[in-house]
């Protein structure tokens, strides 16, 4: 789906609710391309920020405590209350007010929190994460927080191998890579596409 078409329907949206902020949420299965049409969204529209849901990742020292180590980036790995709270802070947002969002940094596998101005003046806010869909308690209100949320449809092939190339670029010898990928992301990924028949709007990879 050209670029095109999606600026288009956000400024719909926006005509659509005068005056008020537009929140766009982009999900998908894990190495599907979310981060990449975020950005380029945001850069084609000119006056969007993204405030992805990654940034929610609990450390890895709580991990560690509460035994998921071995399962981070699975839902029960996030803070997902807090991702809401940001989601209704971001849609109650009033002039003079900034909000900050948390980001996840790969290079040392930790959020940072505040790392990401939101000014009182961005009309769209774009959000992407694996989890927007999911039904069940919490994460069945966020969709209910966004505008319209949309699935990134990514051959399995094809996603399998941008997500091995990111593991390995940060750090994971080839054969790990290939594990976690076909793993532990595998088993996200299941979970992932079972919620796409929720999605406003589903479009192509990069």
């Known amino acids: 789906m050209q670029m095109s078409v999606l600026v288009d329907r956000v400024r ?8 008020s902020r537009v929140l766009i949420g982009i999900a998908g299965e894990p190495g599907s391309g979310k981060s990449t049409l975020a950005a380029a969204l945001a850069e084609a529209l000119g006056d969007a920020v993204v405030a992805p849901m990654d940034g929610f990742h609990l450390s890895n ?5 509460l035994g998921l180590a071995d399962r981070k980036g699975a839902p029960e790995t996030f803070d997902a209350f807090g991702y809401l709270a940001l989601l209704g802070r971001l849609r109650a947002q009033k002039e003079g007010e900034s909000v900050y969002a948390p980001e996840y940094v790969r290079d040392v596998e930790e959020s940072i929190g505040s790392s990401i101005l939101v000014a009182p003046e961005v009309p769209v806010v774009i959000s992407e994460g694996n989890y927007l869909l ?20 990514t051959p399995q092939e094809q996603r399998l ?13 080839p054969d790990a890579a290939r594990a976690w990928a076909t793993g532990p992301d595998e088993r996200n990924a299941a979970l992932v596409r079972a919620s796409r028949a929720r999605a406003s709007l589903v479009v192509g990879s990069r």
């Open 161 to 173: 191998e941008w997500l091995a190339a990111r593991h390995v670029a940060f750090g994971k010898t």
């Open 134 to 153: 999911l039904e069940g308690e919490p994460w069945s209100r966020v969709a209910e927080a966004l505008d319209e949320v949309w699935f990134v449809d």
């Open 12 to 19: 719909a949206l926006q005509r659509g609710r005068p005056g």
């Open 61 to 65: 020292a709580e991990l560690r405590r």
